[in-house]
């Protein structure tokens, strides 16, 4: 099977586990983005990937062959690391003919496998300069020109835009994006910024405590979190989940909130746990504001925070719990108003007692 | 290649020192305590003495002697040096071009060998054919035998050191008042304080532990004095002169009584390295080499 | 070096104890320059002769015509260079292995060099004698240089030296396929230059000056270097060609070790901080 293919994946550091059992499939030419919190594992799969950590079990597999037991270099991987990892007493040539070197490349194809790279990046001019002489965007170029230029299989890259200033990582992530399209090879790009995720990856893999939570196209991952923890990690800001009831109701669950307010889903009664307590989950955008007594309940204004074309209104239910709604731009909610809130419960996500998330059938 | 090969690989790169190390120095030091338990001399005979030689040692006046000489002289060095070297720092700590020249004038003296130095101040020191003597003499009076009066032959060697050794003690003070952030200085001037409590409060406890490793570094060298001594005075006059190193040097390789030396050597090693590890533990070196990754 | 306080200017008592210090410091240089400039039969009995003229150039002259302190001098030389080689080439692998690799017992050893710091050379001449004797290296250019190479502070500079380097850069070198001594060579070597030259400049100061070592194990006339040649001078000065000789030796040996100082005054101070910092 082409691709990569990981199979029980264990590591630990001295004793603590950082991954406890992770597969994962890979179709060759995907972008696949790791996403999750710091700590979670992401790092240390995409290294054992790599070759610079070693797995405690398991098996890494790239277009039919076992790769873990080989040395980093002789994987068919390249990388680009977060803070670039350019050798500094070495111009962009050397650094982009290192590797090639090393694996007793010819000179004449080394030459021309650097030029086509680097006019693929449009880096020519920079060939003879040293990292210090270039600014962080083209040192990022180089380093993404120093894994094209061998012609892996796989790239992977380590928070490739961490390092660049707001203006930049928006420029350079269209680069990326256009780059792959170019490249034959699939990528893996570990990130804990959601937006690189989403704009990029087809799909987008999200860890959280040694394990993967949920593998899915990013808007799949958007709507339909596989449980609690990929609905209040992804999304900005997060989305508010609160505990609920379980009503009585017919095909599609209806719950009660904190305050006694009945929502209306379109969750399916099939397949939820049969317990009363579950907990709701509403992105902002589901909520509206509304005047007081007019929406599904009233709650009590905590902060506004305004962006310019629309505002995000925290705000307080009788039994306390908190809830994100928004409102126009122009709201005239103020801290301390009572308001109403219309909930769209049609949007509504419900998470079980062990987070798995439940949500309306899919269109 | 394995991954178990591969962690041995980095035995590989520390194994040409470590093994010359462990040759030249290491079998050295366990082989010297084993022959201080040992009568050896130049023909062999090794004879087990147990503690005999440590024994002779404490009973011996001329090593007595030696080490009343060689803390003496470090106590002379010792003190003064970190004062003159702090006092020249704080001078010279400037960006003007006359203090670089001088901060060179004070440091010149420390690239010589010791046998330039007391090549140099024998003809300083020495009454009959001496700079000093010589001034003196214009001065119309005796010249003073630096090198050969009991009372004054210890003084001489010292200030021979002094004038060879100010020049390190003095950069690493530059160094250690180069570290100090300016931000306190700026802090001190915006609480009023004056010159003298800036320096008293400021700048002294900032340089605690440049002052502490100059003592200890320069308590170690100087307990090992040796060459000055050989070379102005060979010990002279009658002992007067003669430190610890001076001592064991005569001992194993003017008598070729090798035992007995070994047995000193050890008693010098125990007290540098008393000296070593107090600096060790002021200054937290141990620990800062031993954290890391 | 930036000074904390330049705008100050220092009191004029300052000053003057500052420029008599200064005066005190060289006044010994200048006495030996002079004496060295002054013809042997007129200082017999007289050195204070050397105040004033005439001067001449007699002394250096002999010191050409004179084969055994121009065979120090290269003895020195080889002594000195091979030494510095070496300490560069051992500290720089040891280092490497101590700060970037990982391998059983590293923190161990590196806690047995760092004890290496405290053993002082006096207290292990006897056996490192007995061992170069059993080793036929007495008198031999080897025999002096071995035991320069063993010193644990070059191990120490280079270990503290090197795990500031970013652990990243062997991370892509692997990447990029290279050995562990392509690494090693290609890619951190050249990034320890500056600490390499420090490292040089120290080494080839202490080995230049050594007096303690091969005053035991250099004992043919012929194989001394010029530090123990100059104390066999002195201590033969009523044998030799007179006091401006002697003179002109002092000068002659001291003239390699300035001219490395004053090219390498950098080096020295940046060194200092470093240990300052330590």
Redesign the interface.
Known sequence: MPGLQLRNIRKAFKGTEVLAGVDLDVAPREFIAFLGPSGSGKSTLLRIVAGLETSDEGEVILDDRRIDTLPPGDRGVAMVFQHYALYPHMTVRENMAFGLKNARVPRAEIDGLVTDAARTLEIEELLDRKPAQMSGGQRQRVAIGRAIVKKPRLFLLDEPLSNLDAALRLRTRVELAQLRQRVDAGVIMVTHDQAEAMTLADRIVVFNDRRIQQVAPPMEIYSRPANSFVARFVGSPAMTIIPARLADGGAFASVLLGNGTRLDTQVPTDGLPGSGAVEIGMRPEGVRVCGQGQGTTDAEVQLVERLGERSLVYARLDDGAAITAEDAGTTSAKVGDRVGLSIDGAAAHLFGPDGTGYHRAAA | ?T?AE?????????A???L??L???????L??LW?SLYQVDLFGGGTFVGLANYARLAADPVFGQSLINTFLVTLMIVPLLTV?ALA?AL??????RS??I?R??????A??????V???????LAP????LG?LW??LGREPLPFLSAPNLVLPALAMTTI?WS?G?PM??F???????P?DM?EAAALDRASKWTTFWRVTLPSLR??TI?VVMLQT?AQL?I??QSQ?LTAGGPSGASRTA?LF?FET??GRWE?GY??AA??I??LI??AV??TQ?ML?G??R???D?? | MAASRSDDRLPPLVWAALLTAAALMVAPLVWTLLLSLKSNAELVGNSGAALGGPYTLENYGAIFGNSSTMRWLLNSAIVSLGTTAGVLVLASLAGYGFARLDFPFRRSLFVLVLLGLAIPSQAVILPQHQLFATLGLHNSYPGLILPGLIGPFGVFFMTQYMRAIPKELDEAAMLDGASRFTIFWRVILPLTIPAQSTLAVFTFLGSWNDYWWPLISATRSDMYTLTVGLAASQMNYAQTSGLGFLMAQAVFASIPIFIVYIIFQKQIVRAMAGAALK
């Open positions: 290649m991954s591969r962690r041995w690989q980095g035995l590989l790169f520390v040409p020192f470590l010359l190390y040759l030249i120095l290491i079998y050295p030091l082989r010297g022959l003159v020249l001078a010279l700590n400037r960006a003007t203090a670089a001088l060179g004038v004070f440091f010149s003296s690239v010589l060998s010791v046998t330039i007391t090549l140099i101040w024998r003809f300083i009959d054919a001496g700079l010589e003499t214009a004038w100010v390190f950069l690493l530059l160094a250690g008042l180069q570290q100090i300016q200085y532990r440049t490793l170690a090992q040796f060459g070379l190193v064991l194993a390789f090798l030396a070994s050597a050890e010098l090693f540098i390295l070593t590890l060790y200054t070196r141990v800062a080499g031993e890391g990754r």
